[in-house]
């Protein structure tokens, strides 16, 4: 089993910049993959980012690339999102998720998931 706690969400001016962690406890995390994924109302879950167990390779959805950056501590179990440049339409619950199959943008199959986040950006 493998648990995870998000946090570092919070309310946001568009043009500004929140980082979230996500804080993993139990089986050894490090040989997951971390996701991140999002649900907006009225949205279909949505993957944003995903990062290697080693944290060497990552990948991006198109609506982040170049304003979000994933990355992970392996030695502090933990892993971050930082979001720069927000947007309105990054407004959403982030959750993130350990699998063991990377890469995998499916935003739904994944071994197991935090309680989530919800990140608020003020147009």
């Known amino acids: 089993q493998v648990q995870l706690v998000e946090s570092g969400g919070g309310l946001v001016q568009a043009g500004g910049s929140l980082r979230l962690s996500c804080g993993a406890s139990g089986q050894t995390v490090s040989i997951y993959a971390i996701s991140w994924v999002r649900h907006a109302p009225g949205k279909e879950r949505e993957y944003v980012a995903m990062i290697s167990p080693s944290g060497g390779t990552a990948f991006y959805a198109d609506s982040v690339k170049d304003r979000f950056t994933g990355s992970r501590a392996n030695a502090k179990n933990t892993a971050y999102l930082q979001m720069n440049s927000l947007k309105h339409d990054d407004t959403a619950v982030y959750y993130c998720?350990?699998?063991?199959?990377?890469?995998?943008?499916?935003?739904?199959?994944?071994?197991?998931w935090g309680q989530g986040t919800q990140v608020t950006v003020s147009s």
């Open positions: 998720a350990a699998d063991r199959n990377f890469p995998n943008r499916s935003a739904r199959d994944y071994d197991y």
